[in-house]
């Protein structure tokens, strides 16, 4: 199992950016995913999860409605859009994958992390 | 939502120590917790899962136990690899998923 995630950078607060998570190593749509952050010197906190259809998405409340959750099984692929960032937003965003097609699980394999800089 | 307490934030300890980490759930989340281990730089990985199987290819000087609102981890016979964060995660009510906010275990 490996998940490569991209797309981080530094963004002005209010500004959006789209993280993608590419999966191999498995057959990804049987999967829910999810998506964990992490600010400097902080502890984890839970984003994001979707379910292995991409039919069923849950957020946050501190990223709920500014968030969007997606994936594209045909490339393997799992994205998070965030608009209306915040300095608060600056986080490594880790991408994990669940044990099971619902989410709502413990997460079993993580990618390395992007790393999101919000800031003026 | 479900908060999860651990303690402690820190702790110093010897090579060769055995460690206990506690998490406290404010409600009753039965078995679904797990554990994760995370060093600088790294991603987190999973220890243990229902709160107290151990994921296959995990030493065996980790274990959990616990159910309810009370859990632990203990690492026997600490190891120089074993030095880290540790966090709890409970997926009994999600969404969310939550976190505990992390013992970091330091080289006395």
């Known amino acids: 199992v490996q998940l490569v995630e991209s797309g981080g950078g530094l963004v002005q607060p209010g500004g959006s950016l789209r993280l993608s998570c590419v999966a191999s190593?498995?057959?990804?749509?049987?999967?829910?995913m999810t998506w964990v952050r992490q600010a400097p010197g902080k502890g984890l906190e839970w984003v994001s999860g979707?379910?292995?259809?991409?039919?069923?998405?849950h957020y946050a409340d501190s990223v709920k409605g500014r968030f969007t959750i997606s994936r594209d099984n045909s490339k393997n692929t799992l994205f998070l859009q965030m608009s209306s960032l915040r300095v608060e937003d600056t986080a490594v965003y880790y991408c994990?994958?669940?044990?099971?097609?619902?989410?709502?699980?413990?997460?079993?394999?993580w990618g390395q992390g992007t790393l999101v800089t919000v800031s003026s | 939502d479900i908060q999860m307490t651990q303690s402690p934030s820190s702790l110093s300890a010897s090579v060769g120590d055995r460690v206990t980490i506690t998490c406290r759930a404010s409600?009753?989340?039965?078995?679904?917790l797990g554990w994760y281990q995370q060093k600088p730089g790294e991603a987190p990985r999973r220890l243990i899962f229902?709160?107290?199987t151990l994921r296959s290819g995990i030493s065996s000087r980790f274990s959990g136990s616990g159910s309810g609102t009370e859990f632990t981890l203990t690492i026997s016979n600490l190891q120089p690899e074993d030095f880290a964060t540790y966090y709890c995660?409970?997926?009994?009510?999600?969404?969310?998923?939550?976190f505990g906010g992390g013992t970091k275990v330091e080289i006395k």
């Open positions: 190593g498995f057959a990804s749509s049987n999967y829910a």
């Open positions: 409600q009753d989340i039965r078995n679904d």
């Open positions: 995660l409970q997926h009994s009510s999600f969404p969310p998923l939550t």
């Open positions: 979707i379910s292995g259809s991409g039919d069923i998405t």
């Open positions: 994990a994958k669940d044990p099971d097609f619902w989410s709502g699980q413990l997460p079993d394999y």
């Open positions: 229902a709160a107290s």
